[in-house]
């Protein structure tokens, strides 16, 4: 079971992710446990400071498809993925293994 941490996430995008993603534990930034796998809404938080925070963790950026300069800087942060929020629904359990296997 991977520890996959959320940021930015919304409720709504949760309950997507956890129904979509079984077998993995998903939290917010009150763990203590250090995550596999982070998942960052980058139209709620800065790109850099997710990427500062978590350096060693694979980072799965999403957001609106309209919102190119969000995908511009998450990309430019060093995000490994940077998605638009409906493929990041459509596809989230293999965009998550893709980025866990090659980390």
Do not use: C, W
Request: hydrophobic content about 45%; cysteine-free.
């Amino acid at each position: 079971m991977s520890t996959i941490l959320l940021v930015g996430v919304d409720l709504y995008i949760r309950g997507k992710l956890e129904a979509g993603l079984p077998g993995h534990r998903l939290v917010t930034t009150d763990s203590a446990d250090p995550p596999d796998l982070v998942v960052a809404d980058v139209s709620r938080v800065d790109p850099d400071d997710v990427a500062e925070s978590y350096p060693d963790a694979p980072i799965l950026g999403f957001t609106n498809h309209k919102d190119t300069a969000g995908l511009r800087r998450a990309h430019e942060a060093g995000f490994d993925q940077v998605v638009a929020k409906s493929a990041l629904s459509e596809r989230a359990a293999e965009l998550v293994e893709e980025l866990l296997a090659a980390s």
